[in-house]
């Protein structure tokens, strides 16, 4: 029988804002006995006042203080001592959970004494309507092997600003880091653009309609390597607009019955180490409900058994940000534990409300840690492959300058790579230090583990 003890949901927070006023209240709100609850904020230094707002307005709170901003692995504040607790979650600040997402996660956790953690749907707070766009593509020079549409770099609903919010589902580039310190995604000729056109339940709500149809004014600013037509379709049919080298707004009427997107429902492993989102950028309505095993689990909700914690350890303290939840997945896995999906346990998460789109200090760190991730705990060759691909790369961005509009040499994505590469050669040392010890604790063969990794993503 598994105990009884407090269930312990832990907030990371650092200059949080009305989001972790938001997460906490809907902490309280679930549908779990009180006296079995313990909600703690850990706060990385924060100058906002959002902690001190928390301690006030909820005083069966515990805020924990960091002295420094210690990035995600701050939460090992709150996770070194689990005495009496029965399970750990984790919730970002800038998510909130439904009543009855506790429940089903716990009911996993007492059925199966192997899995070390659960997680649930995690689904962006907001709703979508989509835009597809189509058109040639060229390549833009001979050391950039790409076949680029043209490069979304901006996006307005109804005139206020979306982009920041706004999902490339199909057919993108990635976000990449501008020169002005923007952030642009180029496509491959063909893309699905999810406009968000209600930010969350309250705006959806408030403009009472929300799973209803609905008309929106969109504009969304494109360019080219060349000019060319490129056609846009918002659900009345083709608009056919030309798109030169210079970017451009384009205005167009998008309809349709918003939908929801979910976010994550674990994690996997690309075979070329990139950790993904599993489910990302799926209709929820076109989502499956089974629960399922999963390689990994996501930091942003999810529910820990303190036993996995106790003996494969917490976060690693010096990767501050991204990649932790991934090493940590790993790290059990190769000690025996399995993860679950629980699809009944349904978050929200505000899309880049905390690092960003295409942040250059959260892509550095993303880049960094995915390779210290891998030399830690991947197969030797793999590691090596990552590290010498990423290398070569790097050295391929810096030759050939800047994309399309990017500015002036070596570019905004050679800097940002060059910068994680400093970052990954000044880690290497302890990281293969840290490799040797846990290859020595792996009890699970390379094989069973890569097993799980999904196909690379086609250049």
Known sequence: MVGTGSVRLVVLNHDGGVQLERCVSSLLALDWPSDELDVVVVDNASSDGSADDVERRHPDVRVERNATNLGFPGNNAALADLSGVRYVGLVNNDAF???????PLVDALDREEQLGAVNGTLLFDARFVEIRVEGPSASPGPRDRRRLGVRISGLRVDG??????ALVLDGGWG???????????????????AVPVMLGQAEATAAGRSGRSGRWSVEVELSAVDAHLVRLDGGLGEVEVEVTTEPAWYRIEVAGQPFEVVNNAGNDLRADGYGLDRGFGVRRS???TEATEVFGWCGGAVLLRPSFLEQVGLFEESFFLYYEDVDLSWRGRARGWRYAYVPEAVAHHVHAAS?????PMAMRFAERNRLV???RNAPAPMAVRAVVG????TASYALRGPGPGDGPPPGPIARRRLGALGLFLRA??????????????????????????VPERPS
């Open 160 to 165: 206020e600003d979306r982009w920041r919010s």
């Open 175 to 193: 976000p990449e880091p501008t020169s002005g310190g923007a952030v642009a995604e180029w496509t491959r000729g063909w893309a699905r653009l």
């Open 286 to 288: 076109e989502w499956a």
């Open 355 to 359: 690092g960003g789109v295409a942040n």
């Open 390 to 393: 990423f290398t070569t790369a």
């Open 97 to 103: 959970v439904e009543p009855g997402w506790l429940r």
């Open 373 to 375: 991730t891998l030399v």
């Open 428 to 453: 290497l040392p302890a990281a293969l230090g840290q490799r040797r010890r846990l290859r020595a604790l792996q009890r699970v063969p390379d094989a069973e583990l890569t097993a799980w990794f």
